[in-house]
Protein backbone atom coordinates (compact mmCIF):
# COMPACT_ATOMS: atom_id res chain seq x y z
CA UNK A 1 0.00 0.00 0.00
CA UNK A 2 2.93 2.15 -0.08
CA UNK A 3 2.66 5.51 -2.13
CA UNK A 4 4.59 8.82 -2.30
CA UNK A 5 3.99 12.06 -1.58
CA UNK A 6 3.37 14.57 -4.88
CA UNK A 7 7.43 15.86 -4.00
CA UNK A 8 8.37 12.30 -4.97
CA UNK A 9 6.53 11.85 -7.77
CA UNK A 10 9.40 11.32 -10.16
CA UNK A 11 10.55 8.69 -7.65
CA UNK A 12 7.19 7.12 -7.21
CA UNK A 13 7.05 6.47 -11.49
CA UNK A 14 10.27 5.00 -11.49
CA UNK A 15 9.44 2.37 -8.92
CA UNK A 16 8.86 -1.35 -9.90
CA UNK A 17 10.36 -3.51 -12.50
CA UNK A 18 8.65 -6.17 -14.48
CA UNK A 19 9.92 -8.23 -17.67
CA UNK A 20 8.21 -7.51 -20.99
CA UNK A 21 6.52 -10.53 -23.12
CA UNK A 22 5.51 -8.44 -26.44
CA UNK A 23 5.80 -11.90 -28.29
CA UNK A 24 3.32 -13.95 -25.93
CA UNK A 25 1.21 -10.49 -26.57
CA UNK A 26 1.59 -10.63 -30.09
CA UNK A 27 0.27 -13.97 -30.72
CA UNK A 28 -2.35 -14.77 -28.13
CA UNK A 29 -5.93 -14.15 -28.46
CA UNK A 30 -7.59 -10.83 -26.44
CA UNK A 31 -10.61 -12.24 -24.69
CA UNK A 32 -13.57 -9.79 -23.94
CA UNK A 33 -12.97 -9.06 -20.48
CA UNK A 34 -13.43 -6.06 -18.03
CA UNK A 35 -13.03 -3.94 -14.74
CA UNK A 36 -15.28 -1.28 -13.28
CA UNK A 37 -15.73 0.77 -10.11
CA UNK A 38 -14.81 2.87 -7.35
CA UNK A 39 -12.44 1.99 -4.55
CA UNK A 40 -11.22 3.88 -1.06
CA UNK A 41 -8.80 2.40 0.85
CA UNK A 42 -6.65 3.61 3.57
CA UNK A 43 -3.21 3.40 3.51
CA UNK A 44 -1.13 1.09 6.61
CA UNK A 45 2.29 1.30 6.20
CA UNK A 46 3.63 3.10 9.51
CA UNK A 47 5.96 5.98 8.43
CA UNK A 48 5.00 6.10 4.66
CA UNK A 49 1.09 6.00 3.95
CA UNK A 50 -0.33 5.48 7.57
CA UNK A 51 -3.91 7.04 7.47
CA UNK A 52 -4.15 8.18 4.02
CA UNK A 53 -7.53 8.00 1.91
CA UNK A 54 -6.16 6.61 -1.69
CA UNK A 55 -9.34 7.25 -3.74
CA UNK A 56 -9.63 6.10 -7.50
CA UNK A 57 -12.23 5.38 -10.10
CA UNK A 58 -12.18 3.35 -13.25
CA UNK A 59 -13.52 1.87 -16.23
CA UNK A 60 -11.10 -0.75 -17.99
CA UNK A 61 -13.32 -2.72 -21.09
CA UNK A 62 -11.37 -4.87 -23.38
CA UNK A 63 -13.71 -6.33 -26.60
CA UNK A 64 -12.42 -9.82 -28.24
CA UNK A 65 -9.82 -9.88 -30.56
CA UNK A 66 -8.89 -5.85 -30.83
CA UNK A 67 -5.24 -5.19 -31.54
CA UNK A 68 -3.52 -2.09 -32.24
CA UNK A 69 -0.82 -0.77 -34.31
CA UNK A 70 1.58 -2.25 -31.07
CA UNK A 71 0.00 -6.09 -31.08
CA UNK A 72 -1.19 -4.78 -27.55
CA UNK A 73 -5.29 -5.70 -27.36
CA UNK A 74 -6.99 -2.95 -27.09
CA UNK A 75 -8.74 -1.63 -23.73
CA UNK A 76 -11.27 1.18 -23.38
CA UNK A 77 -11.56 3.35 -20.21
CA UNK A 78 -10.04 5.61 -17.80
CA UNK A 79 -8.56 6.22 -13.87
CA UNK A 80 -9.38 9.01 -12.18
CA UNK A 81 -7.37 8.95 -8.53
CA UNK A 82 -7.37 11.60 -5.77
CA UNK A 83 -4.50 10.89 -2.56
CA UNK A 84 -5.86 12.71 0.74
CA UNK A 85 -2.98 13.11 3.47
CA UNK A 86 -4.24 11.61 6.83
CA UNK A 87 -6.29 13.31 9.31
CA UNK A 88 -4.21 15.41 11.33
CA UNK A 89 -5.89 13.99 14.50
CA UNK A 90 -5.56 10.42 13.83
CA UNK A 91 -8.90 9.61 13.05
CA UNK A 92 -8.83 7.12 10.40
CA UNK A 93 -11.98 7.61 9.28
CA UNK A 94 -11.46 11.40 8.15
CA UNK A 95 -9.02 12.97 5.62
CA UNK A 96 -6.71 15.44 5.50
CA UNK A 97 -5.55 17.62 2.81
CA UNK A 98 -5.86 16.95 -0.42
CA UNK A 99 -2.22 15.44 -1.70
CA UNK A 100 -2.38 14.86 -5.09
CA UNK A 101 -5.02 14.26 -7.97
CA UNK A 102 -4.37 12.24 -11.48
CA UNK A 103 -5.90 11.10 -14.36
CA UNK A 104 -5.27 8.40 -16.67
CA UNK A 105 -5.97 6.46 -19.97
CA UNK A 106 -6.22 2.70 -19.33
CA UNK A 107 -3.72 0.84 -21.99
CA UNK A 108 -4.00 -2.99 -20.96
CA UNK A 109 -6.07 -5.17 -18.64
CA UNK A 110 -5.29 -8.87 -17.10
CA UNK A 111 -7.68 -11.01 -14.93
CA UNK A 112 -6.45 -14.22 -13.30
CA UNK A 113 -4.71 -15.22 -10.39
CA UNK A 114 -2.56 -12.87 -8.52
CA UNK A 115 0.71 -13.46 -6.66
CA UNK A 116 0.24 -11.59 -4.00
CA UNK A 117 -0.52 -13.43 -0.15
CA UNK A 118 -3.14 -12.81 1.62
CA UNK A 119 -2.80 -11.62 5.40
CA UNK A 120 -4.34 -13.67 7.84
CA UNK A 121 -8.52 -13.61 7.57
CA UNK A 122 -8.27 -11.59 3.73
CA UNK A 123 -10.14 -14.08 1.15
CA UNK A 124 -7.66 -16.18 -1.50
CA UNK A 125 -6.77 -14.25 -4.07
CA UNK A 126 -7.96 -16.66 -7.58
CA UNK A 127 -9.34 -13.55 -9.63
CA UNK A 128 -8.10 -10.19 -9.92
CA UNK A 129 -8.10 -7.53 -12.02
CA UNK A 130 -4.71 -5.98 -12.64
CA UNK A 131 -4.97 -2.95 -14.99
CA UNK A 132 -2.64 0.06 -15.86
CA UNK A 133 -2.85 3.44 -17.40
CA UNK A 134 -0.82 6.25 -19.01
CA UNK A 135 -1.09 9.45 -17.15
CA UNK A 136 -2.43 12.17 -19.04
CA UNK A 137 -2.55 14.99 -16.11
CA UNK A 138 -0.91 14.85 -12.40
CA UNK A 139 -1.10 17.67 -10.08
CA UNK A 140 0.47 19.08 -8.96
CA UNK A 141 2.96 18.26 -11.54
CA UNK A 142 6.47 16.78 -11.10
CA UNK A 143 9.32 19.61 -10.77
CA UNK A 144 11.08 17.60 -13.53
CA UNK A 145 8.65 15.62 -15.56
CA UNK A 146 9.89 12.23 -16.47
CA UNK A 147 11.41 11.56 -20.30
CA UNK A 148 9.03 9.28 -21.46
CA UNK A 149 5.57 8.30 -20.94
CA UNK A 150 4.46 7.25 -17.11
CA UNK A 151 1.49 5.27 -16.59
CA UNK A 152 -0.17 3.62 -13.31
CA UNK A 153 -0.62 0.07 -12.49
CA UNK A 154 -3.34 -1.19 -9.83
CA UNK A 155 -5.13 -4.01 -9.03
CA UNK A 156 -8.65 -4.71 -7.39
CA UNK A 157 -10.31 -7.95 -6.24
CA UNK A 158 -14.40 -8.20 -6.50
CA UNK A 159 -15.79 -10.17 -3.84
CA UNK A 160 -18.98 -10.13 -4.71
CA UNK A 161 -22.41 -7.56 -4.34
CA UNK A 162 -24.24 -9.75 -1.13
CA UNK A 163 -24.56 -8.14 2.61
CA UNK A 164 -22.82 -10.55 3.63
CA UNK A 165 -19.75 -10.89 0.99
CA UNK A 166 -16.43 -9.33 2.12
CA UNK A 167 -15.00 -5.93 0.94
CA UNK A 168 -14.10 -5.66 -1.90
CA UNK A 169 -10.42 -5.02 -2.27
CA UNK A 170 -8.10 -2.48 -3.89
CA UNK A 171 -4.27 -1.59 -4.27
CA UNK A 172 -2.45 1.84 -4.25
CA UNK A 173 -1.57 2.98 -7.49
CA UNK A 174 1.92 2.21 -8.49
CA UNK A 175 4.28 4.26 -11.01
CA UNK A 176 6.32 2.41 -13.87
CA UNK A 177 7.52 3.19 -17.18
CA UNK A 178 8.16 1.29 -20.78
CA UNK A 179 6.63 -2.14 -21.40
CA UNK A 180 6.49 -2.46 -17.43
CA UNK A 181 2.66 -1.27 -17.58
CA UNK A 182 1.93 -4.43 -20.15
CA UNK A 183 3.74 -7.50 -18.25
CA UNK A 184 1.47 -6.06 -14.54
CA UNK A 185 -1.59 -6.86 -16.35
CA UNK A 186 -0.49 -10.11 -17.69
CA UNK A 187 1.17 -11.51 -13.85
CA UNK A 188 0.63 -8.54 -11.46
CA UNK A 189 2.90 -8.07 -8.56
CA UNK A 190 3.10 -9.00 -4.84
CA UNK A 191 1.92 -5.94 -3.43
CA UNK A 192 -0.93 -6.32 -0.84
CA UNK A 193 -4.34 -4.84 -1.39
CA UNK A 194 -6.50 -3.67 1.30
CA UNK A 195 -10.45 -3.49 2.03
CA UNK A 196 -12.26 -0.82 0.44
CA UNK A 197 -14.20 1.31 2.57
CA UNK A 198 -17.04 2.72 0.09
CA UNK A 199 -17.75 1.87 -2.96
CA UNK A 200 -17.66 -0.98 -5.07
CA UNK A 201 -15.81 -3.13 -7.96
CA UNK A 202 -17.33 -5.77 -10.54
CA UNK A 203 -14.72 -7.84 -12.29
CA UNK A 204 -15.97 -9.57 -15.31
CA UNK A 205 -12.91 -12.53 -16.21
CA UNK A 206 -12.93 -13.74 -20.05
CA UNK A 207 -15.09 -16.76 -20.37
CA UNK A 208 -14.43 -20.26 -19.15
CA UNK A 209 -13.88 -22.75 -22.42
Known amino acids: MSIGRAGSAVVVFLAGAFAASPARAQTE???KQ???GHIEVIGTVVGVNLGRHIIYSFSAIQNEGDRDADGHC???GQIEEFLYDADPGGNLDKRGDLLRRSHGDVVCIGIGPDPSV???GEPPRPVVAHMAARITHF???PETPPPEPVYWIWKV???GEGANDPPDYGSALNGVTGQRPFAFCEVGDTRNMAPSIRGNVQVRPPDLP
Do not use: F, L
Open 74 to 76: VVN
Open 34 to 36: SAT
Open 118 to 120: PRP
Open 29 to 31: ACP
Open 157 to 159: QDN
Open 139 to 141: YPP
